[in-house]
């Protein structure tokens, strides 16, 4: 607002001065005030952009997926400032370890009793799907459809706003990792990806459920991949990173990142991010298809990391929070829980919204790591908080959903 609103102002100072060096070469005659065509001009360039500022917040309504969006930066624009309260919490029958999802009105959420949730934003149960299995994998909101694979290593197609099912297709592992999509802006040419523990990233047409490709990897696939510039890059228990064309599943390349990855990568620019299991920390150009910094001493990455304004936030489970520079992997600040860093973090505005098995979710300050604000559930918590304006869901360990906002 602040640079259209100068932008304005310096139009019309230079109409005026045009005015003012015209009007002594005019005829008195001849002179014409355009000052009412200008504030005509001013008035419409600050409705158009009046509505346009209007209507942003609709953008930061929807946390459709494990990580935000599909390269799985774990940042939003939405901005959620502390101190906050709890709002209202519900129970389900098991633990939940889903990453939930939240768009237009509504959040979902898996659990380890084997259903699907269908929460209004107020916490009152609008659906329930049965899959018959423990659902760990983070949910996929795409196209009014939400996709949710179980322990069984089905994935389900349900329609968001009535729970029927519309498709499910098998695989021959369970599912640990969160789908995800590509495609275009036609629903019908979306394709759904998802990890297995049958070893293979699966391509399915998210219209049909139909298999379209599968590619191999050498080990049980617990992330879920990241797309970017028409690829599909994922870590594996083999040890490498999986750089996949996702037109057609061929191997472009595979980096050896040296033992189990069982996070997954986020990306940013030509820029992977990924730890392993022994607390390596890898940052990989899918330019030059290289390995640019490793970093070591941190304990096993569970989480995956949220990128942003040129810093990388991660947590591990040596129970700490580490930020690193993005550009050469120097540790800027690390905080330390009370427990393992599972849950992987969000960054929303300048802060860091974390949860971990201690119980607690907590508000750190992007650029120094100190804590805002702490608020203490009393039971682990593994699965990412959904973070839109004005509200942070996240499940924990005693089967709640839990939902925080302003006070």
Known sequence: MKNCFFSILNLHVRCNMRLQNQSSSRPENDQHNFLPEILVVIFLVILLTSNTLLSQPSRFTCWPAFRGDHQLTGRTGAV?????KLLWTYKTADAIKSSAVICNGNVYVGSDDGAVYCLSQSGKLKWKFETGNSIEAGLLLLDKVIYAGNLEGTLY????ETGKLKWKYATEGQISGSPTWTGGSNAKKNRILVGSYDFNLHCID???GNMIWKYETGNYINGTPAIAQEMAIIGGCDGFLHIVDAGNGKLLDKADLETYVPASAAISGNRAYAG??????????????????KTEGGGPFIASPAVA????????????????????????????????VDASPVITGRSVVVASSDGRLRFLDLKTGTEQWMYEIGSAIVATPAVVAGL??????DGNVYAFGKK
């Open 206 to 208: 998210a219209e049909t």
């Open 392 to 397: 942070v869901v996240v499940g924990a360990g």
């Open 309 to 340: 304004s040129g810093l990388v936030v991660t947590g591990t489970q040596n129970k700490m929070v580490y930020c690193f520079d993005a550009t050469d992997g120097k540790v800027l600040w690390k905080f330390k829980t009370l427990g393992k």
């Open 80 to 84: 959620v400032l502390p101190p906050l």
């Open 157 to 160: 197609a349900l329609d968001a």
């Open 276 to 293: 392993n299991y022994d607390g390596a920390f890898y940052c990989y150009d899918l330019a030059t298809r290289k390995i640019i910094w």
